[in-house]
């Protein structure tokens, strides 16, 4: 039987306006067998993508599906009315519970036009910033095992930002998170050049000591379960500025019910299954949610790769949501050199327009748009598409 989902606290309908339906999956990771919970962070999952995904960003939202579902944990400042919800389907896949969701989104203008293009992300491999604290589990493989599921969570939302993994490299990332921020540029630039990504994420944990102990220390029968850290620091850079655009802090709890001398496999399914592993995916969904918002209303820029007389090949395609027809301007790329040797991004807008005749995956062939030759344009000279708003005519 079909099942509807009611949103309350949401913008007033605009009846007059043109409603488009999204389809989304949820998903909620079940612990100790709780398919109920599972089931209710599913749907939550699904309507905050859906949200986000339609322009909206996330702090809180009621919710209250068939008089069962009830929570207030996220509040929704959206650009977009859902009307109705429907659950189209739901099913149990081992310990992952997922739902189906259609819903029917009335979108304002509000919406920022850079939203409809993707963002590509190159996902890095997290660093362990106090490694001894590892020995707990012999846990060593904690950062490249949580990257991995971080891009395995990233990857799989429908969502305005396109993944790519890069983390089977170890980098030292510490000056990336230094206050005087002395990084070296060039390591974000190499990233970016690998993956054809416009921004790179960065990680660090900081924190996965042992906290206190569960159970009574009288009762020496009991296993042996403690609570656990994990707190971990985010940093977003744009490669064409070498600027962090975006960054955060999270931290949560879990039960860590090993016992000490236990070896524990972090790239089991098993340990992401218990409460600590739970309460990282948390923290993972959390992410995908705040890195869409933070990135969807950036621009989205490119380079040349190749000039050939009046044509040129950038580094965007269809993955970033390029379309033939589309106009992009070109910016000179003239960065500045302190003194200490660290580079400042430095752009000079031309007048030099081009038009996009041909797109690929990852990348496009575009043509001059003056009867004018073009002028002092080079390799790596700066891209950008050119977002023009909805023209409106009155009559009178």
Same mark, same amino acid.
Request: aromatic letters at 8%; charged letters at 20%.
């Given at each position: 039987m079909?099942?509807?989902i009611l949103?309350?606290?949401?913008?007033?309908?605009c009846?007059?306006?043109?409603?488009?339906?999204f389809e989304v999956?949820?998903y909620?990771?079940i612990?100790?067998?709780?398919?109920?919970?599972a /089931? !209710?962070? #599913?749907?939550?999952?699904?309507?905050?993508?859906?949200?986000?995904?339609?322009?909206?960003t996330v702090?809180?939202?009621?919710?209250?599906?068939?008089g069962?579902?009830e !929570?207030?944990?996220?509040?929704i400042k959206t650009h977009g009315?859902?009307?109705?919800v429907?659950l189209i389907?739901?099913q !149990?896949?081992?310990?992952?519970y997922s739902v189906t969701?259609h819903l029917d989104? @009335?979108?304002?203008q509000?919406q920022c036009l850079e939203?409809?293009?993707?963002?590509?992300?190159?996902v890095?491999q997290s660093q362990?910033?106090?490694?001894?604290?590892?020995r707990?589990g012999?846990?060593f493989?904690i950062?490249?095992a949580?990257?991995?599921?971080l891009?395995?969570?990233?990857n799989?939302?429908n969502?305005g +930002?396109?993944m790519?993994p890069?983390?089977d490299?170890k980098l030292?990332?510490?000056a990336?998170f230094?206050q005087?921020?002395?990084?070296?540029a060039?390591l974000?630039?190499t990233l970016s050049?690998?993956?054809n =990504?416009?921004y790179?994420?960065?990680s660090?944990i900081?924190?996965?000591?042992q906290?206190?102990?569960?159970?009574?220390?009288y009762a020496?029968?009991? =296993? *042996?379960?403690y609570?656990? &850290?994990f707190?971990?620091d985010f940093?977003l850079?744009?490669s064409?500025?070498n600027d962090?655009?975006w960054?955060q802090?999270y931290s +949560?709890?879990? @039960?860590?019910?090993?016992k000490?001398t236990q070896? +524990?496999?972090?790239?089991?399914?098993?340990?992401?299954?218990?409460?600590?592993?739970q309460?990282?995916q948390?923290?993972? &969904?959390?992410?995908?949610?705040?890195l869409?918002?933070a990135?969807?209303?950036?621009?989205?820029t490119?380079k040349?790769?190749?000039i050939?007389s009046?044509?040129?090949?950038?580094?965007?395609g269809?993955?970033h949501g390029?379309?033939a027809g589309?106009v992009?301007s070109?910016?000179h /790329?003239?960065n500045?050199t #302190? #003194?200490?040797?660290?580079?400042?991004?430095?752009?000079i807008?031309t007048i030099?327009?081009v038009? +996009? *005749? !041909?797109?690929?995956a990852?990348?496009?062939? #575009?043509?001059n748009?003056s009867?004018r030759p073009?002028?002092?344009?080079?390799?790596?000279d700066v891209?950008k598409v050119?977002?023009?708003e909805?023209e409106?005519?009155?009559l009178?």
């Amino acid at each position: 039987m079909m099942k509807h989902i009611l949103i309350i606290a949401l913008l007033a309908f605009c009846a007059h306006a043109k409603a488009e339906w999204f389809e989304v999956v949820g998903y909620g990771g079940i612990v100790d067998g709780d398919t109920s919970s599972a /089931r !209710q962070m #599913a749907v939550k999952d699904a309507i905050t993508q859906a949200l986000i995904f339609s322009g909206a960003t996330v702090s809180s939202v009621q919710t209250v599906a068939d008089g069962v579902l009830e !929570q207030d944990e996220l509040k929704i400042k959206t650009h977009g009315q859902i009307q109705h919800v429907n659950l189209i389907n739901e099913q !149990q896949q081992g310990e992952q519970y997922s739902v189906t969701l259609h819903l029917d989104i @009335i979108p304002q203008q509000a919406q920022c036009l850079e939203s409809k293009f993707n963002k590509q992300i190159t996902v890095t491999q997290s660093q362990l910033t106090h490694p001894d604290q590892a020995r707990l589990g012999q846990i060593f493989d904690i950062p490249k095992a949580s990257s991995q599921r971080l891009f395995n969570t990233l990857n799989e939302r429908n969502l305005g +930002v396109k993944m790519i993994p890069y983390i089977d490299r170890k980098l030292d990332i510490r000056a990336f998170f230094a206050q005087q921020f002395e990084y070296n540029a060039n390591l974000i630039d190499t990233l970016s050049r690998s993956s054809n =990504s416009q921004y790179v994420l960065l990680s660090q944990i900081t924190d996965i000591s042992q906290g206190r102990r569960m159970n009574n220390d009288y009762a020496f029968w009991e =296993s *042996e379960a403690y609570m656990r &850290n994990f707190k971990i620091d985010f940093a977003l850079f744009d490669s064409q500025t070498n600027d962090q655009v975006w960054s955060q802090h999270y931290s +949560v709890q879990g @039960i860590w019910p090993h016992k000490k001398t236990q070896i +524990v496999n972090v790239n089991s399914e098993e340990f992401w299954r218990t409460d600590y592993g739970q309460k990282i995916q948390t923290i993972y &969904n959390k992410v995908s949610q705040d890195l869409n918002t933070a990135v969807s209303c950036l621009k989205t820029t490119g380079k040349i790769l190749m000039i050939d007389s009046d044509r040129v090949v950038i580094n965007l395609g269809q993955s970033h949501g390029l379309e033939a027809g589309q106009v992009l301007s070109i910016l000179h /790329r003239s960065n500045l050199t #302190a #003194a200490n040797g660290m580079q400042f991004s430095h752009h000079i807008q031309t007048i030099e327009q081009v038009v +996009v *005749e !041909q797109v690929n995956a990852q990348s496009a062939i #575009a043509r001059n748009l003056s009867d004018r030759p073009l002028s002092n344009i080079q390799l790596n000279d700066v891209i950008k598409v050119v977002v023009k708003e909805p023209e409106s005519f009155s009559l009178k």
